[in-house]
């Protein structure tokens, strides 16, 4: 556990309480908004390893700002370019600086171009105060284009201008171009979205990495007041409404731009990794049909925000990337126009160095052919059914722990939501649902949907649905999620609400099980740990509640490929499975320090059941379960606090019947 010094308490505590100060005292991860840039290729092999002159400058916009930026040329003009050289103006993420890029920017000048890059207002050494890639910056941008187009000291060819980035970096320009008023003739736009702002607070959940990017020192990012006030709204949203309002009306205002997409004209290249932490593909799906230029869009793996990466997939991305510059930049007709536009890989086992493999496709037109929503309803057995069953009971639920009342968002956020303190505070509490086995691979591309029918006993209510495949050998990996955050609830009060999930292409394995954990925290290791850490993907509801899921009228929608409910599950198998005891594999798995165990007591059985914890060595470090049962399915739960890091067995018994698995603690 991290020890907190109860004066560095106090004084964080009153820096945040002033409304005007720009420091808060959290841990940020270090390359949050990491993008790889590519290099992009040269006309002729002539165009390459040439000297390169380079040049630092500042533009003072029209407030007054200064923007701190680079320039890097060739040192003398190309006969192949009677016309000067083309322009590139690289862009960086949120609370990087020109500096990150210069290095990679003088490469590509010897390459045979022109390229430009500059720190954003308020990072870097720019001056001004970032307003969080909003219009404001959108508009520093069309003055830096305005100035490039004059600067013909750099032998440039002003008809020759592409703006590449990622995060902020695709989304300023995007936005300028949507805006109208951006005279370049080519972007790449990577990690970005129209509905960035909006996929930050999605479904009334507030994302971690929203509250991580508004909260950098001042040697990263200066904020408006705006922003700030925006930050204090984010600490008081677990507890009151009102801090929620003012948080939902501010962030997408002069930011969010889908309405106005249909406006740019200028050709655009967009990219989405499917496992963003920060934007759901989802902005994207929904601009595609507003897009009115020339596009090529690629959803899969993509460097950046957190998202799985892929040599295959990189590989294949030098050359989608190169016959985009051959024909906007180059000019060569290389029959792009003729290829399918819309690219995507395919998450897929095996999983190595804890990244999923990926399978590329195409199509040309979106949404693929073939694919249509497939409804799993929720049963009292906790089966994931394709088909509504009748129920025993009508709700299921979960409990939203908060033991401690007086528990803030600023002080769950200095604990990153673990260890002994927090643990006393906030408990995670879990349930979940299944399918039987798959009959057969089952490819998913699109947005999940979630229908639900809730009731909860607190005015604040959040349900975060995790989707996971399950191998037939045990292996457990979460594929995307569903958040939703109810800030408009009445204690008490019956509702159903359609959510949209976080966009996603897989390929479920013939054999595998679907599994849908809901829960109050929404946080899986190891996945998630490598880059949210311990921290969750949305904040946590700070508010105690009894969650409950109308079983009968709820259900997810998957977006499956070419797959008629029927055959698609192994129904047969289920029932007999219901003759006989069953120890399903722990989850999470590996875990720390908790993890749930889920078995399944037969028909017509009532007698003895115990469960058994063993070391390595075979010897029982604990008896989780000892008592007389009758049939269901049930679920215990093992706190591993006082055990050490290591593989352990559990052991299931039920009369003759005797079953064993194996878990490994991770501390």
Request: aromatic residues 14%; charged residues 15%; proline residues 5%.
């Amino acid at each position: 556990m991290k020890k907190i010094n109860l004066l560095i308490l106090l004084i964080s505590i009153i820096i945040f309480s002033n409304s005007y100060s720009q420091e808060v005292n959290i841990k940020i991860p270090k390359n949050l908004e990491k993008y790889e840039f590519k290099f992009l290729p040269p006309y002729k092999n002539e165009l390459t390893d040439l000297p390169i002159l380079s040049e630092n400058f500042t533009l003072v916009l029209r407030d007054n700002a200064t923007l701190d930026c680079s320039k890097f040329y060739p040192a003398a003009p190309n006969p192949y370019l009677p016309n000067g050289y083309p322009a590139v103006i690289m862009l960086h993420g949120y609370g990087d600086r020109k500096e990150t890029l210069e290095g990679f920017a003088r490469a590509q000048a010897a390459y045979g171009y022109v390229v430009y890059t500059y720190s954003m207002r308020g990072q870097g050494n720019s001056t001004g105060l970032s307003n969080l890639i909003s219009t404001t910056e959108a508009d520093d941008l069309v003055e830096f284009v305005n100035f490039v187009r004059t600067d013909f000291s750099t032998g440039l060819d002003t008809s020759k201008i592409l703006i590449m980035g990622g995060s902020q970096g695709g989304m300023v320009p995007f936005m300028a171009a949507s805006r109208g008023n951006l005279k370049v003739n080519s972007i790449i736009a990577a990690v970005a979205s129209p509905e960035f702002a909006t996929s930050w607070i999605e479904n009334g959940s507030i994302k971690m990495t929203f509250l991580w990017t508004i909260s950098y020192p001042q040697e990263n990012a200066r904020y408006t007041q705006e922003v700030i006030n925006m930050r204090n709204w984010v600490y008081q949203s677990g507890t009151k409404n009102n801090s929620w309002s003012r948080l939902a009306t501010t962030l997408p205002k002069n930011r969010d731009f889908l309405n106005i997409v249909s406006n740019n004209k200028i050709p655009i290249l967009l990219e989405n990794s499917w496992q963003d932490y920060f934007f759901n593909t989802l902005g994207n799906i929904k601009a595609i049909p507003l897009l009115k230029s020339n596009f090529r869009i690629y959803f899969g793996a993509v460097m950046g925000h957190g998202g799985d990466t892929s040599e295959t997939e990189n590989q294949w991305h030098m050359n989608f990337f190169n016959e985009w510059f051959y024909y906007y930049i180059w000019g060569i007709d290389n029959g792009i126009l003729t290829r399918p536009r819309f690219h995507y890989a395919y998450t897929t086992y095996p999983r190595i160095n804890n990244m999923w493999s990926f399978i590329h496709d195409s199509s040309s037109v979106w949404p693929i052919s073939g694919v249509s929503g497939t409804k799993f309803y929720f049963s009292d057995s906790n089966k994931l059914n394709t088909y509504k069953t009748p129920v025993s009971v009508s709700t299921k639920y979960f409990r939203n722990n908060v033991i401690d009342n007086n528990l803030t968002m600023y002080e769950a956020v200095l604990y990153e939501f673990t260890g002994p303190v927090f643990e006393s505070k906030f408990k995670k509490e879990q349930i979940y649902f299944e399918t039987a086995p798959l009959t057969k691979s089952v490819k998913m591309i699109g947005t999940p949907k979630l229908n639900l029918k809730y009731r909860a006993t607190a005015n604040i209510c959040q349900y975060n649905f995790q989707i996971f495949e399950v191998r037939s050998n045990g292996t457990v990996n979460m594929v995307t999620r569903l958040n939703y955050t109810d800030r408009n609830y009445t204690a008490g009060a019956i509702k159903t609400t359609l959510i949209d999930g976080i966009s996603h292409a897989h390929i479920f394995q013939p054999g595998s099980k679907i599994r849908i954990v809901v829960t109050n925290l929404d946080t899986y290791y190891p996945q998630d740990s490598a880059f949210l850490e311990t921290n969750p993907y949305v904040l946590p509801v700070l508010v105690k509640s009894d969650n409950h899921i109308y079983l009968r009228d709820s259900y997810i929608e998957l977006p499956l490929v070419n797959e008629p409910t029927n055959n698609l599950v192994d129904n047969l198998n289920q029932d007999k499975a219901l003759n006989t005891p069953t120890l399903e594999q722990n989850y999470p798995n590996p875990f720390n320090p908790t993890t749930n165990i889920r078995f399944t007591i037969p028909k017509n059985y009532n007698g003895l059941v115990t469960i058994k914890i063993y070391d390595m060595t075979g010897r029982e470090v604990q008896q989780l379960l000892n008592q007389n049962m009758t049939s269901g399915t049930y679920e215990v739960v093992w706190n591993a606090s006082n055990f050490a890091s290591g593989v352990y067995f559990y052991q299931l018994v039920a009369g003759n019947y005797k079953e064993i698995r194996k878990m490994m603690l991770i501390k």
